[in-house]
């Protein structure tokens, strides 16, 4: 079973960053098609960034070229870079395995991009 802690997430100005973390425990985790979802206010959920089972990298075209995933292995965290954030960006962020997600989610982290 694999738990999954997000954390990093706030309230940031339209252009600022932020770095969101994952950190995962559980006696089977690979970061191996790990990723990124983010759920906005009256959206459905969307993969914003994984690691495919390659360990290449996919993001979503909404945020290419200002999300980049990574992952420390030794630590069990897989990171979400997010820089030239918009207000569209506004969301609960939860990290899990793409595109079959593990059943359990974590609470997700809150991000609000607002002047």
């Known amino acids: 079973q694999v738990q999954l802690v997000e954390s990093g997430g706030g309230l940031v100005q339209p252009g600022g960053s932020l770095r969101l973390s994952c950190a995962a425990s559980?006696?089977?985790?690979?970061?191996?098609?790990m990723g990124w979802y983010r759920r906005a206010p009256g959206k459905q959920r969307e993969v914003v960034a994984a690691f495919t089972r390659a360990g290449s990298t996919n993001y979503a075209d909404s945020v290419k070229g200002r999300f980049t995933i990574s992952r420390d292995n030794a630590k069990n965290t897989v990171y979400l870079q997010m820089n030239n954030l918009k207000p569209d960006d506004t969301a609960v962020y939860f990290c899990?395995?793409?595109?079959?997600?593990?059943?359990?989610w974590g609470q997700g982290t809150q991000v609000t991009v607002s002047s």
């Open positions: 559980g006696t089977i985790f690979s970061p191996d098609g």
């Open positions: 899990n395995y793409v595109p079959v997600p593990f059943p359990s």
